[in-house]
């Protein structure tokens, strides 16, 4: 298996100054890609202690310079006071990024269950600190379930304060991580929004960077093929606190030992709960990760293999912290604060750095 990381913390300085501001930034994923692509990021906002403890710790070092970072409840924090902390202006920022809470629009959502959910507001929450901060870009990113008829209400009043606030707001596109050199299979919503009196001119969704190996020598155009999960089970340094994995009971372990080892599922071991019974749902539950493929989504519950397909592809426990990261192209040198399950929450969480940064250098080259 390939012996080095697939995101090398081989950062260059910005090609412009470009001020960037993360709303709901989590542990930084979404900052670090914006900062590869060459933004300078002033301000950050997010309100998991532990997460904005991991963003502070790390990101500094991305930038070359500390970042300002509110950790609070953006509902009760206005604009004005978040402008003030970050010791901004209106206007003086050039980009939002942020990806609000999207437990509300989740697919694992039942009939309509997720409909009143407050979370769901903070999407609009979201464009009040773009109409304060008048930047000249916008980018949020969000669950597919995001554009689902039963959310209608939500997405509608957000393009609706955005044509009202002069801003053009492109269609919701949703893009694979797995394009733009992820090991991961990971379909998310972005919405791209441009203040119409600084208009940029750009070919809008960005163009896959890696392709499927099911494609034509012709159409793939030169491009690389999809990175598979494989990449990332190598080695991790022994003096890393996020090389951990979850402590399975010896009934576990022994089921493991059963499933055939890359890909193999819960049904290939003879593991069948009374919740399974009758029902062919969760089949990937207690599997193993196909190192021949792209990695399954991650999730707040990746490092948990009750909750997904999250077994080592050859060793008897769930991933580690530091593959999940991995997964979502994290540097080696980027930890994760607050623990095994706190880390598994930021990692699924985050915006895959490689991705963030592919399509922020699709929005930022277009600028003046």
């Known amino acids: 298996m390939q012996k080095q990381p697939p995101c090398a913390n081989n950062f260059s300085s910005p090609r412009r100054k470009v001020k960037g501001i993360d709303l709901f930034s989590g542990a930084g994923g979404f900052s670090l890609g914006a900062i590869r692509a060459g933004v300078d990021i002033v301000g950050a906002l997010e309100i998991n202690k532990k997460a904005a403890l991991t963003y502070s710790k790390n990101i500094k070092r991305f930038n070359g310079k500390s970042v300002p970072i509110i950790n609070g409840d953006i509902l009760p924090i206005e604009p004005s006071e978040a402008l003030a902390s970050w010791e901004l202006t209106e206007g003086e920022c050039d980009i939002i990024i942020g990806g609000p809470p999207c437990q509300g629009f989740s697919s694992h959502r039942i009939k309509d269950s997720g409909v009143d959910d407050p979370r769901n507001m903070l999407l609009c929450r979201y464009f009040d600190y773009v109409k304060k901060i008048r930047p000249r870009v916008f980018l949020v990113e969000n669950v597919p379930g995001l554009l689902w008829p039963r ?71 030169g491009r690389p ?144």
């Not at 991580?177 to 991961?184: I, N, S, T």
């Not at 299979?185 to 441009?194: E, S, T, Y």
């Not at 994995?245 to 055939?260: A, D, G, V, W, Y």
């Not at 980027?334 to 699924?348: H, K, M, R, V, Y």
């Open 225 to 368: 093929l999809w990175k598979n999960a494989g990449e990332v089970f190598y080695s991790a340094s022994e003096n890393d606190p996020n090389n951990i994995n979850m402590n399975h009971s010896e009934q576990l372990i022994e089921l493991f030992k059963r499933t055939p080892i890359n890909g193999g599922s819960r049904s290939d071991s003879g593991r069948v709960l009374k919740c399974h019974e009758g029902y062919s749902g969760h089949s990937d539950v207690y599997g193993r990760i196909d190192p021949s493929k792209p990695g399954p989504t991650m999730t707040t519950a990746c490092i948990n293999p009750s909750k997904g397909r999250f077994v080592h592809p050859i060793e008897n426990h769930g991933i580690t912290l530091r593959q999940a990261a991995r997964l979502q192209t994290f540097p080696e040198d980027f930890f994760f604060e607050g623990g095994l399950i706190a880390g598994g929450e930021q990692i699924g969480n985050a915006v895959p750095v490689l991705l963030a940064e592919a399509i922020l250098n699709n929005i930022i080259q277009c600028f003046d």
């Open 151 to 221: 959310h209608s209400t939500y997405l509608k009043k957000f393009y609706d304060m955005g044509e009202s606030a002069e801003y053009e707001l492109y269609p919701p596109v949703i893009l694979n991580a797995c394009d733009f050199g992820v090991p991961q299979n990971r379909r998310r919503v972005f919405i791209l929004g441009v203040d119409k009196s600084r208009p940029i001119n750009i070919v809008w969704p960005p163009q896959a960077t890696h392709v499927s190996p099911s494609l034509s020598e012709e159409s793939r155009n």
